[in-house]
C-alpha cells in the first residue's frame, strides 16, 4: 500500500509543479511520506510543501484534485492553502472547506481554490492539525454539486516537515 500512496503522491507533486509554469518538474526533493500525505522541497523556487491526493471517486472529474499547504521562504510566506478542485468551478459559486465541524469559505477560480488571508489560512492549518477529513464542495459549470475529500491522517507531519524542509533554505 505506501508504494500506491507513494506513487499518487509523486503524481499530486507532478501536479503542482504544473500548475506552476517555468518550475522544473525535477528540482523537487522528497521529505517524507506520512500516511496519504507527503512532504516536498523545491530548492530552486525556494519552497516547501506538504500535498494529498483526493479521496477516489466514480464522480466525473476534469482535474486530479489535490490539497496543498506551501511554504516559501523568500516571500516569507507559510502555511498557503491550496486546493485543486475535480472540476471548475461554477461563476460566482460558493466553493465551502468543511474540517473539524468548522467551515471555511474559500476563494476560488477556475478548478482552484484557497484561503482568503493569512488569518484564513492559520484557522485552516490549525483544524487540519486536530480533524481526522476534510471536504471541498463546490457547483461544476453545469451547476452540479461535487465534493473532494481528503483524509488527514499524516496531515500535521507532513506540513512539519515541508516547515522543517524549507528553514534549511536560503
Known sequence: MPVIRF??????????ALAL?????????????????GAFRDPVI??????????PSTAAREYQPFAAIGTWPRRGARGQVHFRLSRRIAQGTQVTLSLGGQRFILASGEGDAWGHDEQDNA??????RSAPRMTVTAR????KRFVNAWPLSGAASAMDAALIGCAKLP
Open 123 to 128: 484557522a485552516i492549518v490549525a483544524a487540519m
Open 7 to 16: 506513487r499518487h503522491l509523486a503524481a499530486a507533486a507532478a501536479c503542482l
Open 46 to 55: 525556494p519552497r516547501c510543501y506538504a500535498i494529498a491526493m483526493a479521496e
Open 21 to 37: 509554469p517555468g518550475v522544473p518538474a525535477l528540482a523537487r526533493e522528497s521529505l517524507g511520506i506520512y500516511a496519504s500525505w
Open 140 to 143: 461544476d459549470r453545469q451547476g
